[in-house]
């Protein structure tokens, strides 16, 4: 993103603590304290542990393959000139919707939550904003800020 | 440029109402209380079944019930009191506070925790549908072989042994989804500034409880389904008769079994010196020992199993090795007690309810752990082996030790789930009258095992009849009791005097920074921790 020449830029993404590295080191630290159990038992004659053990650091991997896929997501919202740009970022697939500034709308739309679920739309085209990664008075701020950059002249 | 960071909680920002609210949410604080709401009931199920124990021991000779169904109801109370009771209160209170705790939105993988809850009221159904087949005139009733599920008996057992063995699956798929969902989010979704050496006490203990959890399931599932192919596919894995090993199923269930008692009481340990701490008006004493403790009693939990089968027949080195691995227990165990005391050691010490249960539990749970050294002793268990001393010494650790943490902890946090106080007098009564019948009951258990009163037989020597008949009054006191602490919680529930945000003076944590009760998605802003 050019971050020089933008009016106004914000991206939303997911916190996560734990790096790629320590991701993997996290799986490799329990997978070798479950196999050594497992194929400990499996040598005196209890091999149905292993499949069991096989099976649970299957689904340990893929948790942890799940949050290293989604660590990178992101929600982007970049004001330059007349333009408005959504950006999403959903494990590899990035999207992206350009709205005219002036013509666009903000809005917000009350969920059976009871939380707002923020808006774009213009031109029939609409997308929301920070559903995932924000909450509720994330967005509704975000929604004030909005207003003035957007569907006004300056 | 700005940007924001939060977890993922987009999974439920629609949340339905009603009942579909229960069935379809992935709401932490939602599911920490249907964990909590279970334990609870099967807490009540797996007490009436020991009552109805208590009462058949009142006197010698068989009054109410036939010797099988007495095997029956001690069998299925330990498994509903240590899978249905005490590890959903565990988890219900990991649910609830750790997200609370770490400073994120919710649990890092939402749905998982919902199918993970959801695994349990099947499992605890079959688990306790063969009484009610039984009365029907199908099957010979549930599980008669005891919680341990020991071969060659339950290979001869009656299809109780089958449901159970389903259960335990169930039980089992559940602790490993749970344990998983804690794993990933204490490492992935710690707010910003919590190191790992900020975490609370509690996500600690969950920590080395989840890793537990993870290195001994498979232990129990292989067990149970060797026992299973035993049972029906002509194997003969604990067959003696086929070549077997009776006692490979012992080395199994116990690779599981003594982990599980960690299991069940290190998220106790977790949040208990938070407690001490909050009621004493002063900072935790010993945090890095504590979590270097929590972490060596984890590994030495996993070396330790064949304790509980001493005599079964061993060669000496290896007596000598479980011997003294069981006693090196007690180090870290003596660190742990050691700090929690020099927790409140010259504190500004306030009686509150979870305070009260707090102390108490010191005080037992500590029986409960010496006792444990006495029986770690080869030669001393030789003696007290399969005797009521056992019994005595296990409801220590985890009546005393687990029940008696989990209603300080119920205590503790209850304001702050229901924005309500909860009626101090009534937690009081519940406190002592819990204390006083405890020790009345299972104080006259250790003479009676120290006499020789064998433990799982429904009839005893006259002998032991005076001791007998106090035990059983004091259960039903210690029953009925607990109907306080239903009352009391139902009715904080409900209503009440409000609760503060901080609800406790000297209460510390992430937790207390939210109003109470805590808005449905938990944090309004990104907590910073400093």
């Not at chain 2, 006792?371 to 082996?385: N, R």
Request: proline share 5%; glycine share 8%; hydrophobic share 50%.
């Amino acid at each position: 993103m050019n971050h020089v020449a933008a009016d106004f830029e914000i991206i939303a993404r997911p916190n996560s603590s734990l790096s790629a590295k320590g991701r993997v080191r996290a799986v490799m630290i329990i997978a070798a304290i479950s196999l050594a159990v497992a194929i400990a038992f499996s040598l005196i004659g209890a091999w149905f542990v292993l499949p069991f053990a096989g099976l649970e650091l299957v689904g340990i991997g893929y948790a942890f393959y799940y949050i290293h896929c989604h660590s990178q997501d992101y929600e982007s919202i970049l004001i330059m000139g007349d333009q408005v740009s959504v950006e999403k970022k959903s494990y590899k697939v990035v999207s992206r919707m350009v709205f005219n500034r002036y013509w666009a709308k903000v809005l917000l739309r009350l969920m059976p939550s009871g939380d707002q679920m923020l808006l774009l739309r213009s031109h029939g085209k609409e997308i929301d904003f920070g559903r995932s990664f924000m909450t509720n008075d994330q967005r509704l701020e975000l929604a004030k800020q909005l207003k003035e950059r957007v569907g006004v002249v300056s | 440029m700005s940007s924001t960071t939060a977890a993922h909680h987009d999974e439920h920002h629609d949340h339905p109402t009603g009942i579909m609210r229960w069935l379809t949410t992935t709401n932490h604080k939602d599911i920490g209380t249907m964990y909590l709401t279970f334990s609870l009931i099967m807490f009540l199920v797996g007490g009436a079944m020991i009552l109805a124990v208590r009462a058949e021991l009142f006197q010698p000779g068989l009054q109410l019930m036939k010797p099988e169904f007495y095997n029956q109801l001690i069998g299925v109370h330990a498994l509903v009191m240590i899978f249905a009771a005490l590890m959903p209160a565990a988890t219900g209170f990991a649910n609830w506070m750790l997200p609370l705790q770490i400073g994120a939105p919710d649990m890092a993988l939402p749905r998982l925790n919902n199918w993970g809850f959801w695994l349990l009221p099947p499992a605890a159904i079959l688990l306790t549908l063969p009484f009610t087949l039984a009365l029907f005139g199908i099957g010979d009733g549930a599980i008669a072989t005891g919680w341990t599920f020991y071969a060659p008996l339950s290979i001869q057992g009656g299809m109780g042994v089958d449901f159970a063995i389903f259960s335990v699956h169930l039980l089992g798929v559940s602790s490993v989804l749970g344990s998983i969902n804690v794993i990933v989010t204490i490492l992935n979704m710690r707010a910003p500034g919590m190191t790992l050496m900020k975490m609370p006490m509690f996500a600690w203990a969950w920590l080395v409880t989840a890793f537990l959890l993870i290195a001994t399931i498979p232990v129990l599932a292989g067990a149970v389904t060797m026992l299973l192919t035993d049972r029906h596919f002509g194997t003969h894995f604990f067959d003696a008769a086929g070549g077997g090993d009776p006692i490979l199923f012992q080395h199994l269930f116990w690779f599981f079994g003594h982990p599980e008692v960690y299991i069940v009481l290190l998220p106790i340990w977790g949040f208990m010196p938070q407690i001490l701490q909050t009621f004493s008006r002063k900072p935790m004493y010993g945090y890095k020992a504590q979590v270097v403790s929590l972490w060596a009693i984890g590994a030495l939990a996993l070396v330790v199993w064949a304790h509980h089968f001493f005599t079964v027949g061993m060669p000496v080195p290896a007596l000598l090795y479980f011997m003294y691995s069981t006693m090196a227990i007690s180090l870290p165990l003596a660190v742990l007690f050691f700090c929690w005391i020099a927790t409140i050691w010259k504190g500004s010490l306030s009686f509150e309810t979870p305070m009260l249960f707090a102390t108490g539990w010191i005080v037992l749970f500590g029986i409960g752990g010496l006792t444990g050294l006495v029986l770690a002793d080869v030669a001393a268990d030789a003696q007290y082996h399969h005797s009521y001393f056992v019994v005595a010494h296990f409801h220590y650790t985890l009546f005393a030790g687990g029940m008696m943490g989990v209603m300080s902890g119920v205590y503790y946090w209850l304001p702050k789930m229901t924005g309500h106080m909860f009626n101090e007098r009534l937690g009081k009564l519940h406190f002592w009258l819990t204390a006083i019948s405890f020790n009345l009951t299972f104080i006259p258990q250790f003479f009676l095992g120290l006499a020789g009163m064998p433990r799982r037989i429904p009839d005893y020597a006259l002998q032991f009849a005076e001791f007998n008949a106090i035990s059983t009054v004091a259960a039903f006191v210690l029953g009925l009791s607990q109907l306080i602490f239903v009352y009391n919680i139902v009715s904080c529930a409900r209503g009440g005097k409000k609760a503060t945000d901080r609800v406790w003076e000297g209460a510390e944590g992430l937790e207390w920074t939210l109003p109470s009760p805590p808005p449905y998605h938990s944090f309004t802003e990104q907590p910073i921790v400093k």
